[in-house]
């Protein structure tokens, strides 16, 4: 695997972390076929905090398509627990969903419970899209959010903050890693 580039933003109590996983867009037309397969095969939602689209269950990183995106991000999730220095060896367990962001899609601000990273990664994003934005956690700042960079097919972003996707006007496919 290539060295990774990753970029920090200190926003919130916690750092945003952005890493450039364009080695990756040799796998974007594999991973959009599979994903449209997927949703043929289950075309009822998973369910959570996206409305008008469609998620897969949280099974992604189970499929061996998506072997390389699971190595590029236990890779990028390990150097941020890493920079987060917490104490003792750095083991954690990943989970990912497909999400299929449809026109005038969007996802409620949400928190994952139980993890201490959550990401997004996003296979394909049309010019007219809404940015993905990032919302203070905390209480007293409950209105706040801040816009990523447009992340366009091949950046991982990932942080403990809590994270939504603003109203789409076109199709977007993303991939929603976590960690615990």
Avoid at 7 to 32: G, N, V, Y
Avoid at 67 to 93: D, I, K, S
Wanted: a positive charge.
């Amino acid at each position: 695997m290539p060295d990774i580039t990753v970029a920090r933003q200190a926003i919130f109590p916690t750092t945003l972390w952005s890493f450039d996983l364009t080695f990756l867009q040799q796998h974007f037309p594999l991973w959009l076929n599979a994903a449209g397969q997927w949703r043929a095969a289950q075309p009822q939602a998973a369910g959570g905090s996206m409305r008008q689209g469609w998620n897969s269950a949280a099974t992604l990183f189970e499929q061996p398509v998506f072997a390389p995106l699971h190595e590029a991000a236990q890779a990028c999730f390990g150097q941020a627990l890493q920079e987060m220095q917490l104490p003792g060896a750095v083991r954690f367990r990943m989970e990912a969903w497909l999400e299929v962001h449809e026109r005038g899609c969007f996802n409620m601000p949400h928190m994952h419970a139980n993890r201490l990273l959550s990401g997004c990664f996003y296979l394909q994003v049309p010019q007219q899209a809404g940015p993905l934005l990032f919302r203070d956690p905390r209480p007293a700042v409950a209105l706040g959010q801040v816009a990523g960079r447009g992340a366009n097919g091949g950046g991982l972003t990932g942080c403990a903050a809590c994270c939504t996707r603003s109203t789409s006007s076109a199709r977007k496919t993303a991939v929603a890693p976590t960690s615990a």
